[in-house]
């Protein structure tokens, strides 16, 4: 039976989201509330609360199923949480908690993978063959579709973007590794960059931006700061475009994509970095690559929640085996 | 109908090698010459020279194909040369030319492309579907079986796993490119900190290998001083399996490849070096990728040749019809 929507939740480490979704990808129905700090069971119980109100008043045959997107690490083919940096989800059988509770089909995956699921059915790589998805955010995450699927990897693990090696002597990154992507374009890198800044007078604008609090200094404040013009923290920025140039070289080099799609908060935020990066991209990637297509993302915070919805009706019709 | 040899060649900056090879595998006749140095008819008249000589007395009709290995970015679709750092061939119909003059279909392939298809066919990746060869030569180069093919990419330029950015001010790149695998890894890198080594007392057994000319150093005499038990030649080969291991990493969060094969003249002759990446891969790749197995490759310097040739064979079996 061909159903007329999904549930979409998009768990992140401070909020979730969840969305009833339509097949074409219109989301008729939304709720959010702050993550739980209290353990996985707390996570879980939010999610079936929000399952509960995103669903409510719509019978569950009408309903394909549920699609999870959770910051960790997973096997998709064994549905289970490998690796959790910042939600005490790892081993916990997420999938297994949600489907005892609610009458309904689960699948768990990777956020970074979904919001390119998302992009992919719905938004700006629509089309799209071979496509690489980076996502700036509090982590950089990311996914990628090769030859018109999305690449899971050997066990599922797929393709974590952000932890690629960019500078061997490079600052740490939270994953425990050194010099990855992640370690220069988090927004935890970028705000104590702009914090730096701030300390000497040319850090002024953003300073202010933060009311005054040098410790209190976000990413979005030297965004903020640079979106009105100001030249120090416009130019910090311009350097972290270059940095990620150079990281999507490397991409390039390697998998010649047909797109790069830039998302996240940062991402999103802030095209004018991601246009530095085309540049360097255009400049320095090998010759009869530069053709990609760099552009930011379409569906901004809610490409995870889409995609999440995506592949609950793909999971539901492969198992009805109906085409998509 | 089911033909019994394929003729692969593999052309290399410094010579051609070919073979008439056997379905499964085994070369039964070979011939080499110097890469000719007079433009891109003189390198197409050797390549007929060879395919003449080792298919010699055997009937065309046995003879599936010839495939061809060559340094060049390639477009494989359209089987166009686009690119060629150290032979004149791009932009030449490298196949066309071949085509002209021998009753036989041809097929060229980038030559990293071709050793990872022929261990994957024939040598150490035998039965795996998703792996990364990586060869130190000369160039760094590779290829990448993705989901049991080998990948391509959007225009067929695939993975070239050499110019990944593995540190953004690192040392200039021949590619163009500043500070990639092939940087740090290639043959002239090695010989260059050979080189520097041999300035000082610690660099006497390099020295020696070059027969006391500092300017001769080569990759493979730091290679040699290291295997007769040179401390500072070992340890500086430790150094790159480092930063080796730490270009894997990136590799492997990206991928999460079963296996890396190492192979080229330098990942052939230096077991430890391989051995000290696979350690920094347990170490410091995501958690749940660290299983996957780093090995050297099996066929030497034929696996490009018996690469060239598996393509050959699978192209003639999809012309005719027929399944692998």
Same mark, same amino acid.
């Given at each position: 039976?061909?159903?007329?929507?999904?549930?979409?939740?998009?768990?992140?480490?401070?909020?979730?989201?969840?969305?009833?979704?339509?097949?074409?990808?219109?989301?008729?129905?939304?709720?959010?509330?702050?993550?739980?700090?209290?353990?996985?069971?707390?996570?879980?119980?939010?999610?079936?609360?929000?399952?509960?109100?995103?669903?409510?008043?719509?019978?569950?045959?009408?309903?394909?199923?549920?699609?999870?997107?959770?910051?960790?690490?997973?096997?998709?083919?064994?549905?289970?949480?490998?690796?959790?940096?910042?939600?005490?989800?790892?081993?916990?059988?997420?999938?297994?908690?949600?489907?005892?509770?609610?009458?309904?089909?689960?699948?768990?995956?990777?956020?970074?993978?979904?919001?390119?699921?998302?992009?992919?059915?719905?938004?700006?790589?629509?089309?799209?063959?071979?496509?690489?998805?980076?996502?700036?955010?509090?982590?950089?995450?990311?996914?990628?579709?090769?030859?018109?699927?999305?690449?899971?990897?050997?066990?599922?693990?797929?393709?974590?973007?952000?932890?690629?090696?960019?500078?061997?002597?490079?600052?740490?990154?939270?994953?425990?590794?050194?010099?990855?992507?992640?370690?220069?374009?988090?927004?935890?890198?970028?705000?104590?960059?702009?914090?730096?800044?701030?300390?000497?007078?040319?850090?002024?604008?953003?300073?202010?931006?933060?009311?005054?609090?040098?410790?209190?200094?976000?990413?979005?404040?030297?965004?903020?700061?640079?979106? +009105?013009?100001?030249?120090?923290?416009?130019? +910090?920025?311009?350097?972290?475009?270059?940095?990620?140039?150079?990281?999507?070289?490397?991409?390039?080099?390697? +998998?010649?994509?047909?797109?790069?799609?830039?998302?996240?908060?940062?991402?999103?935020?802030?095209?004018?970095?991601?246009?530095?990066?085309?540049?360097?991209?255009?400049?320095?990637?090998?010759?009869?690559?530069?053709?990609?297509?760099?552009?930011?993302?379409?569906?901004?915070?809610?490409?995870?929640?889409?995609?999440?919805?995506?592949?609950?009706?793909?999971?539901?019709?492969?198992?009805?085996?109906?085409?998509?």
């Amino acid at each position: 039976m061909r159903t007329s929507y999904a549930v979409g939740i998009d768990v992140g480490g401070t909020r979730i989201a969840a969305g009833l979704v339509e097949r074409k990808g219109r989301t008729i129905k939304e709720a959010k509330v702050l993550t739980p700090k209290g353990g996985p069971f707390a996570v879980v119980d939010a999610i079936i609360e929000l399952v509960d109100q995103v669903s409510a008043g719509v019978h569950p045959s009408e309903i394909a199923g549920i699609g999870v997107g959770l910051p960790a690490q997973i096997d998709f083919m064994r549905q289970s949480v490998e690796f959790c940096t910042n939600l005490p989800l790892a081993g916990v059988d997420v999938r297994a908690l949600i489907m005892s509770r609610v009458r309904q089909q689960a699948t768990i995956d990777n956020d970074g993978n979904l919001a390119a699921f998302g992009e992919f059915r719905y938004g700006a790589a629509k089309g799209m063959r071979d496509f690489l998805m980076i996502t700036l955010g509090t982590g950089v995450g990311g996914g990628m579709f090769l030859a018109g699927e999305p690449y899971r990897g050997a066990r599922g693990l797929r393709g974590e973007v952000g932890h690629m090696v960019i500078q061997m002597d490079g600052p740490p990154c939270p994953c425990g590794g050194r010099g990855h992507i992640e370690s220069y374009l988090g927004r935890p890198a970028i705000a104590a960059m702009g914090r730096e800044l701030a300390k000497s007078f040319k850090g002024r604008a953003v300073l202010e931006q933060a009311g005054g609090d040098i410790d209190t200094i976000t990413a979005e404040d030297v965004i903020k700061a640079a979106l +009105l013009g100001d030249e120090p923290a416009t130019s +910090l920025l311009m350097d972290s475009g270059v940095v990620l140039g150079r990281a999507l070289c490397g991409l390039v080099n390697l +998998l010649n994509p047909q797109m790069i799609v830039v998302g996240g908060g940062i991402g999103e935020a802030c095209g004018f970095m991601v246009e530095r990066a085309a540049q360097v991209i255009a400049e320095e990637s090998l010759a009869g690559r530069r053709d990609v297509r760099v552009v930011q993302a379409e569906l901004g915070n809610d490409a995870g929640l889409l995609g999440a919805a995506a592949l609950a009706f793909d999971e539901h019709d492969s198992r009805e085996g109906l085409a998509r």
